[in-house]
């Protein structure tokens, strides 16, 4: 038997697929060998030949099972480990395994009550090693299943109830029998208690235990967020822990835990960590804790007050787009912007080394200094001491010549200092008048600075200043800017709070049905549409760096559907041709669309004079002809045609040539989307190729196209992108 095993643990090792194939059926009758020894040594070798030939699981299934009845522990042991591989690997092996679940429950309850072999106890414990692999392969053969998953549920219990958790043997089989709980299909008791167990574990003294119960509630959160709650102080206890990784596993639990009701507490307790926390945890934390307050703020005044809070701890660490968020917030809050500016002009007062704290409060000021200068109170009774616009000027110049202050701190100053200038103006006051000498007299210290930014920035504000009535123009208050949610990558390992995922199809963005829809101020959809709309087509043809270049077929209105292309785009228009009256039905198409793929415009061509009104034919708009491309002397043309079905449209694209060109591949990106073979790829001097397309797209919508053209031109290959939104956005209104 030494020799076979031997030999066995020898191919284990070594053998190769085409060895393991080779000799499966020995290994095979090995596992039926009436010596113990040998059964245990074939099932590890079975093992590692599943591992690496897979297909071979179907030999050894059957002699598995007769393993599981071993009374040999080795061979219980082996053969457990086996079946778990086999049933991880292929849910139809794990489906044939599913009756052995009742035989594997009394293997465990053997275990628990009477003891499986006193030669394998563990710190009082039996079998500890054979007890978790048991609960390793109930949790597979359990996972989606319910009738294997109530066959379970008591013993699981029996052994959540009477493992002794004082010892860390003990500890172990706890932890698999909780996730055994929480991956099988138990009832909401057995949940309750397995999560109960893991917050146990986080007052445990051994940093390995709490790291691995907390690791383990990040997992679980999104199941049961109710009975996590209750361990809710237990974790953010965890946040003072002098281990690093529990600070970062229970941070990331925190932010999991926030909702409407608690908001208010974790918050605090998140600002109170903020105070004492490690650089490294600032940025995440601030952008989570304005997240949270964003999505579950009870009143904006709570909602302000967070964002100062986190401004005046962490002002180096806040993102940009969450100082840009406070900014919109407050500009769109009239009814406390006295109290914000109030509270960052004493802020800033007393700390000038926080950025973020720096840049909020000098813009703020800037805008509504005038606001800050007629005073007001403050509901919760705490006396306002009055801001002259002394103290305002003084603040900006000390900002000004602070050794904390960048560039961008100055390029702020600047443009507050100009603004508030003419604050003061409007105030008419004699104060107001030497304080706009002032402001002049700094600004123009800064006309030679060093720094080319502020150097023109003193220049231009120092013109613009003595520009009179011009100036009260240009320098008047921003208008609030639209109110969007924050959208932003995922800070934390595990998730984010507050995510503002719009429930759109992005289908029906790149078609255009919503954009002529007024955009409201709850939220920033328009905006991600469209970037989820670019990144769309550019996944379609692998790359986004084509120049759109469109023209109407009709005079535009103020903002016309090719201005919207663009936008869609991130590219600016290109010089359009002028578009030519409607041609004759007969026509096969008039030069609608001058196309350029180089950055300068090409030439345009004078249309034809129009027939008369009495000369020409009735026809309908959807027969028109629309040049998408021109080049190298190649021409495509499309006519839509409207069908009686509103939003499906046909499209003949037509191909001619001044000289002959081979291999023509045309390609067009559009969500919905049936394309008929071309006639004929290659395109020879007078003849007129064809290819039908049919592209349905919601009602009334605006059809956008990007096309890829690629053919050889004289031998040498060429290939061009473009994007085409040309025609009438009635075309998909159906007709008859």
Request: with cysteine; aromatic share 6%; charged share 20%.
């Amino acid at each position: 038997m030494y020799a076979v095993g031997l030999a066995l643990c020898t191919f284990a090792n070594i053998a190769s697929e085409e060895m393991s194939r080779d000799l499966c059926n020995e290994i095979e009758k090995l596992l039926g060998s009436s010596n113990t020894y040998i059964r245990k040594k074939a099932a590890l070798c079975a093992l590692r030949i599943i591992r690496r030939v897979p297909d071979l699981m179907d030999h050894f299934s059957d002699k598995a099972k007769t393993l599981l009845q071993d009374r040999n522990h080795g061979v219980l042991l082996a053969g457990i480990t086996l079946v778990t591989e086999m049933c991880d690997m292929d849910d139809e092996i794990a489906q044939q395994f599913r009756p052995a679940a009742p035989l594997l429950v009394k293997h465990l309850k053997s275990l628990v009550t009477t003891g499986f072999s006193i030669e394998h106890d563990v710190s009082g414990i039996s079998d500890p090693f054979l007890q978790v692999k048991i609960l390793r392969l109930l949790r597979v053969l359990g996972r989606g299943d319910v009738e294997a998953s109530d066959t379970m549920n008591d013993i699981l219990a029996q052994v959540a109830t009477n493992t002794n958790s004082t010892k860390n043997v003990g500890n172990a089989i706890l932890y698999e029998t909780v996730l055994t709980v929480l991956e099988i299909e138990a009832d909401s008791g057995l949940r309750v208690m397995a999560i109960n167990i893991l917050g146990k574990f986080l007052t445990n003294r051994d940093n390995n235990i709490r790291y691995v119960a907390l690791n383990t509630l990040n997992k679980v959160v999104g199941i049961d967020t109710n009975s996590v709650q209750r361990h809710r102080n237990t974790i953010l206890d965890c946040l003072r822990d002098g281990d690093i990784s529990i600070r970062r596993r229970a941070l990331e639990l925190s932010y999991a835990l926030i909702n409407e009701s608690n908001v208010r507490i974790m918050t605090r307790e998140l600002l109170a960590f903020l105070e004492v926390a490690d650089n490294e945890f600032k940025l995440g934390l601030t952008t989570q804790i304005w997240l949270a307050a964003e999505r579950y703020a009870p009143n904006k005044r709570w909602h302000i007050d967070t964002a100062l809070r986190a401004l005046k701890s962490a002002g180096n660490y806040i993102r940009e787009e969450i100082l840009a968020a406070f900014l919109r917030l407050v500009a769109h809050t009239p009814e406390l912007q006295f109290y914000t500016a109030q509270r960052l002009f004493t802020a800033l007062s007393n700390d000038l080394s926080q950025e973020s704290l720096t840049l909020a409060a000098v813009w703020i000021l800037g805008e509504f200094g005038d606001v800050l200068l007629q005073g007001g109170s403050i509901d919760d009774g705490e006396d306002v001491k009055p801001v002259t616009d002394v103290a305002m000027v003084d603040l900006m110049e000390t900002v000004l010549t602070s050794p904390y202050a960048n560039t961008l701190v100055r390029q702020f100053v600047m443009t507050a200092l100009a603004k508030l200038s003419v604050r003061f103006a409007e105030t008419g006051s004699q104060s107001g008048a030497e304080q706009q000498r002032r402001i002049n007299q700094i600004i123009a210290n800064y006309s030679t600075n060093l720094e080319l930014e502020i150097q023109q920035r003193s220049v231009e504000f120092g013109t613009l200043l003595n520009m009179g009535d011009v100036k009260m123009g240009v320098l008047e208050r921003m208008p609030p800017p639209e109110i969007k949610a924050t959208i932003m990558g995922t800070v934390s390992e595990r998730r984010k709070v507050g995510t503002t995922r719009a429930d759109k199809d992005t289908v029906v963005d790149l078609i255009g049905d919503d954009m002529s829809a007024p955009s409201g101020p709850s939220n920033g959809a328009p905006q991600q549409s469209l970037q989820s709309t670019q990144d769309l087509l550019a996944d379609i043809f692998g790359s986004s760096d084509a120049t759109p270049v469109t023209s109407p077929s009709a005079p535009a209105p103020a903002k016309s559907h090719a201005q919207d292309i663009m936008s869609l785009f991130d590219s600016s228009p290109a010089t359009s041709s002028p578009a030519p009256t409607p041609a004759p039905a007969a026509a096969a198409g008039g030069s609608l669309f001058d196309l350029a793929s180089t950055p300068s415009p090409p030439p345009t061509t004078r249309s034809p004079p129009p027939a008369p009104a009495a000369a020409r034919p009735p026809q309908a708009p959807q027969l028109q002809s629309y040049t998408a491309y021109e080049k190298n002397g190649l021409k495509i043309t499309l006519t839509p045609k409207v069908s009686a079905q509103p939003g499906v449209v046909q499209i003949l694209a037509r191909f001619t040539s001044a000289s002959p060109v081979e291999g023509v591949n045309f390609q067009v990106a559009v969500p919905k989307l049936q394309m008929q073979a071309m006639s004929n790829q290659n395109v020879q001097p007078g003849a007129t190729e064809t290819q039908q397309l049919r592209v349905i797209a919601p009602p009334g919508a605006q059809i956008r196209l990007r096309l890829r053209v690629s053919y050889k031109k004289d031998g040498q290959p060429v290939q061009d992108q473009l994007d085409f939104s040309g025609f009438p956005p009635n075309l998909t209104s159906g007709g008859k």
